[in-house]
């Protein structure tokens, strides 16, 4: 993300959304004067995609460095003591963009927040009328756990008790705080919070009496809980383990090294009813050199796991050096590759992960984020779609 978005006297402010046909990476930019409108702290402004809802919205949150003495990949982990958070929700196809009051109590050990959506009850593809923001938290005073959330049609900031459901890894979870350096995901009626080295949460954010259901990964997957004074090589652990939905179903993909410098995928798919993983794919495999550039950090040489497609769980997308790499777990094969932009390939060492999928419906240029004026409605009228996808905040 680049928050230096172009400004055009007397037009709305907009975001900007560069969007390259599926699979490439598309460029979303916002204006900085939304995000700081004296202009004085737009050189230290850091922007993060903390999540998508499944009809396409963005939840963006940009930070002012200068506030935080924290590397840029615990500012990818979300929860801090010393951050001033901006949140916006963001119509990528129109550019409507929606400037969330500041929560309060945010402290230190909270997980990012995350997006979820609803729609009206018996619709079938049609646009959310609401929407949640929602955060996992400790409440000030009694450090219980809470639901820290933001409704759209109140426009206000809660909390709520955190039920814990009993399960297998209950007594676990109680004794070891998560680490979420992980996009938020929305699947269902759930958000879900993935800390890679251990397991996932998930939470129905709606809900006034909103119950916790944490599932450990796969048997082998766990890692050790780090120490204090080590959380580095945690938060980055999100480049070699992901998560993400696909043909209905919670998938985890891990990606390691072996002796020969090929790699070695697994890949996992989550029984909900049954909290049990099943191993689909387990393939070694060599991805092809194609400019090797001595003077890039040696972890660069190492791929990394960009994201997994939310149509088909088969295929795996990796960044490779300056490139995207698509393979197919399922025939272990090379199946597509594209070079990264030059915006996106120099964010690569700053950042944890630099990729979030997001299933753009075709309804999304022509409809308003909720809770806003209805009057928004008519915003894209007088452009076409074509238009709208090359440059939204054109004229």
């Not at 927040?113 to 609803?118: A, N």
């Not at 018996?122 to 923001?133: L, Q, T």
């Not at 070694?284 to 994201?307: C, Q």
Request: net charge negative.
């Amino acid at each position: 993300m680049d928050s230096s978005g172009v400004h055009s006297p007397g037009a709305r402010a907009r975001a900007t959304f560069d969007l390259n046909a599926a699979p490439r990476a598309s460029l979303l930019s916002v204006p900085a004067r939304l995000v700081d409108p004296r202009g004085y702290n737009t050189d230290f402004l850091v922007g993060i995609v903390r999540g998508a809802s499944c009809d396409g919205l963005l939840l963006l949150e940009y930070l002012d460095t200068r506030q935080c003495r924290r590397s840029m990949h615990e500012l990818d982990a979300g929860g801090g003591d010393e951050r001033d958070p901006t949140l916006f929700v963001c119509n990528p196809l129109s550019g409507q963009l929606f400037r969330l009051p500041v929560p309060d109590d945010v402290t230190k050990g909270d997980t990012p927040f995350g997006l979820l959506t609803q729609s009206p009850e018996g619709s079938h593809g049609e646009p959310p009328d609401r929407y949640v923001v929602a955060q996992l938290g400790h409440r000030e005073g009694d450090n219980r756990r809470v639901v820290r959330r933001f409704l759209s049609e109140t426009g206000q900031w809660e909390e709520r008790p955190m039920v814990v459901v009993a399960g297998p890894s209950t007594t676990q979870s109680a004794e070891r705080r998560m680490l979420v350096d992980h996009e938020v995901l929305a699947f269902g009626d759930r958000l879900w919070w993935a800390d890679v080295t251990w397991g996932v949460c998930s939470v129905d954010p709606f809900s006034d009496r909103p119950e916790c259901r944490f599932v450990e990964l796969p048997e082998n997957c766990v890692l050790p809980a780090p120490h204090v004074g080590n959380l580095a090589g945690s938060l980055t652990m999100s480049r070699y383990r992901r998560m993400g939905f696909s043909e209905g179903k919670l998938r985890f993909v891990h990606l390691g090294k072996k002796p020969d410098r090929s790699v070695i995928i697994g890949s996992f798919s989550l029984d909900v009813e049954s909290c049990s993983w099943t191993l689909d794919h387990t393939i070694g495999f060599e991805i092809p050199e194609t400019s090797p550039d001595k003077s890039m950090p040696l972890d660069h040489h190492r791929p990394w796991i960009a994201a997994i497609d939310p149509f088909k769980a088969n295929v795996l997308y990796v960044q490779h050096r300056a490139a995207v790499v698509a393979l197919d777990m399922a025939k272990a094969e090379e199946i597509w590759r594209s070079p990264l932009p030059e915006k996106i390939a120099c964010q690569m060492e700053r950042h944890s992960s630099l990729f979030h999928p997001c299933v753009l419906p075709t309804w999304l240029a022509s409809s308003y984020i909720p809770g806003t004026p209805a009057s928004d409605k008519t915003n894209c009228k007088g452009k076409t779609l074509a238009e709208m996808l090359v440059r939204v905040d054109r004229g």
